[in-house]
């Protein structure tokens, strides 16, 4: 299993609505994601700066590849991206972070 973290910025006053939107997360969205190997999937938010960090476990990072181009994946974007920066295909900016330690 590989580690995946990334960064990601969310707008100022969107906080409780991002929180809320992935408290129910779609089940479908939620399968697609373990159908890719991916768990352990945690985002944080620095409430100071609105940047939010992700961090997950995956099997197989050459899946992730895979996902943009998932009809579920675009919807999600598509309902996220009044939140959040995002690119023109509406997918979050995510800037990808290298581990510097791990403590398992």
Known sequence: MERVAFKMKLF???EAEYKRRHDQLWPELKA??????ISEYSIFLDEVTGDLFGIFKIADKLSLDELPHQ??????WDYMKDMMATN????PVSI??????YLP
């Open 12 to 14: 100022k006053g969107c």
């Open 96 to 101: 990808p972070l290298t581990e510097v330690f």
């Open 88 to 91: 023109d295909d509406n997918s």
């Open 32 to 37: 697609l994601l373990s159908d890719h190997g």
């Open 71 to 76: 009809p579920v994946m675009k919807k999600w």
